[in-house]
């Protein structure tokens, strides 16, 4: 079958084996699916993504030495299923899965595997337990877009958020949009977004992102006092108590560079959550004796639960969230190199998505 | 009054002006006051202190220029009462107070103020509204330890602490120890401590920590995995699909310096809880795409309120916490500039107590 395959930090458009569903895995046909970041720095550096996964607790899965074929945001159409299957969900079916199959290794994730080829690749072979549905007509497109939806969902459900709280979403790109429309979805306000982009600001207003800034005109941070609540005496600290508010702000920090996690400590008001969305893989530096003063709290999040990507599944399929405004369009397996130096950029595009049966 | 007075970056046991009491304000005879770690610091580095407090949208209220008495873990004696207070608490009445009194500029710290003195002085003016009682006969000297204590209550009312918690402190200074102490108060177990000091790790023992190891012959973290709970797939992300468990490890930071909070990203299993309380006053390495991979939180920690300042008092009083092995000794003014020195040294001392009556 027709693939892009990583090979030695290139990206080729070749012939790879034909993937054979084995036992619990169907076979499916790939429809569409989308670049994610952490491909694009794969390609280059996917040693210091397993060496990570690897100091996390993760298994060892997948030899960079070998052929990948990236790919984890997908919706895909059942063709046929292995032995021990139930078939429950007929043939010709689009579904939609956690990029997580298992085989006789043990498990390991769809797209950042030598044995299960992703999403760049015509077919796919996937856990049928694991399979979803796409329900209520969804186009391919837009329940690709489950994936990094979900990484929203799973970043809004671990903030301490309250009725009074305050959002700001730094950065929106396909991680803080993802997280603007959970917030949104779950009715909350006001969120407060930021980007340089004037394209990724104008999705986060389409997304309902309560007020939208370009931080080179003004700090979101200047929000901060004009939102002030009036502190209760049970909740405050010694430090607190001489002269200083607190409020619930919540802050997603999106971007994933080097000094956003010491400018929001530096910025942030008191009692703060800082959810850490965006992966900064390099090291960075902080100063903890000004977190600590303000009591700040940095909660690093990462991925979802099948539960909550179902739901997310169930929210864009329903209209609750909508994902149109992050596809900045489609590419066939001669665009994905081109795509992927886009997307490095920096520039403009949102979600990139790929069909591999065009070439 | 006798008071020993920080005077540029010296210990001076001098004479100063007498303290009035104010509208709302008590005169107290101090019986005994802590040496706290932040004495130390500021001893040397106000300056960078009163900075800190600043940023962190605190007030300005000492000038380092001038004359400042630190103290602010006091048990002293009712003497008097300025204008337009009730008098409900008797002269001769031994009592403690949070650190904060209130005049005609505002809010200030006990101990970190030019206008007023802290406990390494005679007397003291305090907000009569802000003074307990100390009761059940208690002593001066483990009264005096309700402050430090009640950091530790602070930080584990922070803590997500569920009935399978494994609690480990890192460090059993002052704080580690108000942290164990706390916890072993609320019930919590196992409880791992580690510290360097046999004396330190003595006192861990005796205030109940379960486990306690000298981080040169055992790292506390080899102790995970025998203390493994199996995951469940609902509070699963993709990755930890993938051969990871969890637990629901809350580790306190006690120590402060650089280094340890990538040294507990590195060795916390998946999930875990940092809870910083000791305070790192450099800047300091993290590596975030660790953290995210491992989906910790890491949250900052600082005093405590009013009620959990009462709730520590009584707790001690009752005997629900034990404070005497905290304590390493008394001094007069004479002896305070040797413990500061003593205890900068990190030696084996762990809470040295100033009677400010005493030459």
Redesign the interface.
């Known amino acids: 079958m027709k693939a892009v395959v990583r090979r030695g930090a290139e990206l080729v458009d070749t012939e790879i084996a034909e993937p054979v569903p084995g036992e619990g895995q169907a076979l499916v046909s790939t429809l569409v699916c989308g670049i994610c970041g952490s491909d694009l720095h794969a390609l280059h550096y996917l040693d210091h993504m397993i060496a990570?996964?690897k100091?996390?607790?993760?298994?060892e899965?997948v030899d960079p030495a070998q052929d990948v074929v990236f790919g984890h945001e997908f919706c895909a159409e059942v063709l046929d299923y292995g032995p021990g299957c139930t078939g429950a969900i007929k043939p010709g079916t689009a579904v939609v899965s956690?990029?997580?199959a298992f085989g006789p290794q043990?498990?390991?994730?769809v797209g950042y595997s030598n044995r299960f080829p992703g999403g760049f690749a015509e077919r796919m072979v996937l856990t049928e337990a694991m399979l979803l549905p796409v329900p209520n007509g969804l186009d391919a497109e837009r329940a690709a877009l489950t994936e990094p939806m979900a990484v929203g969902e799973?970043a809004v459900a671990q903030a301490p958020l309250t009725p009074r709280s305050v959002a700001l979403v730094i950065g929106c790109g396909p991680v803080g949009l993802s997280v603007i429309s959970a917030l949104k979805a779950r009715g909350m306000g006001p969120v407060i977004a930021t980007d340089f982009s004037p394209e990724r600001r104008r999705a986060a207003e389409l997304l309902g992102a309560d007020v939208v800034l370009d931080p080179r005109e003004q700090s979101p941070h200047d929000r901060w006092e004009a939102l002030d609540v009036p502190a209760t005496?049970?909740?405050?600290?010694?430090?607190?108590?001489?002269?200083?508010s607190i409020r619930d702000a919540v802050i997603f920090e999106c971007v994933?560079v080097p000094g956003m996690?010491q400018q929001l400590i530096?910025k942030a008001?008191?009692t703060a959550s800082i959810i850490?969305v965006g992966?900064?893989?390099?090291?960075?530096?902080?100063?903890?004796?000004?977190?600590?003063?303000?009591?700040?709290?940095?909660?690093?999040?990462?991925?979802?639960?099948?539960?909550e990507f179902a739901a997310t599944l169930h929210e864009i399929a329903e209209g609750a969230r909508d994902v149109a405004p992050l596809i900045s369009g489609t590419v066939g397996r001669s665009g994905v190199k081109d795509a992927f130096k886009a997307l490095s950029g920096g520039g403009d595009r949102i979600k990139v998505l790929v069909d591999p049966r065009r070439p």
Chains 1, 2 share one sequence.
């Open positions: 990570l996964t100091r996390a607790g993760g298994m899965t956690v990029p997580a043990g498990g390991e994730l799973h005496m049970a909740s405050l600290s010694t430090s607190q108590l001489l002269g200083r994933g996690i530096e008001p008191p850490v992966v900064c893989m390099e090291s960075d530096s902080i100063e903890p004796s000004l977190a600590i003063n303000k009591q700040l709290s940095l909660k690093f999040v990462f991925g979802y639960s099948p539960e």
